[in-house]
């Protein structure tokens, strides 16, 4: 028992130095998104309501792009975990392919679907600023979606520190570009938000360029880089494979990304002051769930190298390791929402109403984060052991079965409100929380009881 519980601090020690990169990658790009909102509404409140617009427009599509990318980090760690730097040089070739069309496909019916925006119900003014800015932003997806690519790269042969560099070197960057755009600072002429749409398009291109010229150049990537003239072709298999875990990570993410846009609308009925308490407790619970993310993507990460070499005593310990890692976390968030749950929403609002739901709400995002946590970090551990198919059925019942139908009878039928809906998305978390974690414990189980066997 000793030696499993030494096994399991090791493994989880190992995720979480893998997983912190990968969390300040994240947060760094979220901070993209709030430097553009911040610098353009200290402007005027349509330019920042645009901001909100197109961001929520084109939300899903990013997301579907985003699982695409998964795949490749899966893909390569899977043949890392095998010493077979062909097969990584040949899924980095493919992925990057694949992704860079999907990018296209994605920004083009992005650029010239703006029109839509004219047909939401939207402030005039407000569309009028927000269909450039979407354009820009439609763009800016091919460079990012082709950085992405590369960094899952780097991310699944688990040197995390690359990307994550870049990150944060964006940040200032992106900074800059905005004073010269926006304000029109140095002689640059004032664009405003559509200043702030060029800002995140240069940014976003000068990252990809210089992880391209880092992955080309660096001396520990030139094992793969070196036999390209042989690796790297397009074949149907690999892509197929590619596809396979790609299509499923983009329907986890996006069925997930789509049950809280539509929770999103049905509070958004009950009024303003629901749909502002309930923006506080999610924007609260998304950041706290980038860490979650980070944790599911290193652990996915590991167990797909270990998935490799077919080593299912170490994919156990990761995996157990990782899940307990997770629920910590979750507990601790849970603690910290629960105990300031009146002092947080005032970073966001002053109105009286707005906090005390805001409060009462935190309390329902403590007891979410608990199973948030759990099913992002079963989902990808089973990712890792190449088992998608049945996980995004899970999910799918779990959101949209489960969560949005038994929010809105909570909401509406048993007049709970916003915290009726609060509690049908819990339910169906935990419901996907429990059955993940539960199938990949299970599935386990039987690869390491099949390996006894076959060893006696």
């Known amino acids: 028992m000793n030696k499993e519980r030494i096994g399991l601090r090791t493994e989880a020690s190992a995720t979480i130095k893998l997983a912190i990169p990968i969390i300040i990658g994240e947060l760094a790009q979220m901070a993209l998104h709030i430097i553009d909102s911040a610098m353009v509404g200290s402007i005027d409140y349509h330019q ?18 985003i699982g695409m990318t998964i795949a490749v980090s899966q893909m390569v760690s899977m043949a890392n975990g095998r010493n077979d730097d062909g097969q990584v040089s040949h899924y980095l070739f493919n992925g990057f392919v694949l992704c860079s069309v999907m990018g296209i496909v994605i920004s083009l019916a992005l650029c010239f679907g703006t029109g839509i925006l004219y047909h939401l119900g939207q402030d005039p003014e407000v569309v009028h600023h927000a269909v450039p800015f979407m354009k820009l932003m439609s763009l800016s997806m091919i460079p990012m979606l082709m950085f992405m690519t590369l960094k899952q790269f780097t991310d699944g042969l688990e040197y995390t520190k690359t990307a994550m560099v870049l990150s944060l070197i964006s940040l200032p960057l992106n900074v800059f570009i905005n004073w010269l755009l ?10 405003e938000l559509v200043g702030a749409g060029w800002g995140t398009l240069i940014t976003r291109t000068l990252m990809f360029f210089v992880l391209l010229i880092v992955v080309f150049r660096h001396k520990i990537f030139q094992p793969y880089i070196s036999v390209r003239s042989s690796q790297w072709k397009i074949r149907r298999k690999t892509m197929g494979e590619l596809l396979h875990i790609g299509t499923a990570s983009s329907l986890q993410l996006g069925m997930e990304a789509g049950a809280f846009a539509v929770s999103g609308i049905i509070i958004g009925t009950l009024g303003a002051v629901a749909q502002a308490a309930h923006q506080i407790a999610l924007s609260l619970a998304a950041f706290t769930f980038m860490v979650s993310m980070g944790l599911a993507q290193a652990g996915s990460i590991r167990v797909s190298n270990s998935f490799g070499r077919k080593d299912w005593g170490l994919i156990n310990l990761i995996g157990k390791s990782t899940m307990i890692t997770a629920l910590i976390y979750g507990v601790l968030c849970a603690i910290i929402f629960a105990s300031f749950r009146f002092l947080l929403p005032q970073l966001f609002n002053d109105n009286t109403e707005v906090i005390a739901l805001a409060a009462t709400l935190l309390l329902f995002a403590a007891v979410f984060q608990i199973s948030d946590a759990t099913q992002a970090i079963s989902a990808g551990l089973l990712r890792g052991i190449k088992d998608v198919k049945t996980p995004t059925l899970l999910i799918a019942v779990a959101y949209w079965v489960i969560g949005i139908p038994v929010g809105w009878f909570f909401a509406f ?26 199938r990949f414990l299970k599935m386990v189980k039987k690869e390491n009881r099949s390996l006894v066997q076959a060893l006696d």
């Open 182 to 191: 926006v304000y029109g600072n140095w002689g640059a002429p004032r664009l």
């Open 413 to 438: 039928q048993l007049d709970l409100g916003a915290s009726g809906m609060w509690l049908g998305l819990i339910t169906g978390l935990t419901f996907a929380a429990g059955f993940l974690a539960f």
């Open 48 to 65: 920042l309501a645009a901001v909100a617009l197109v961001i929520n427009t084109i939300n899903i599509p990013l997301v579907f792009g």
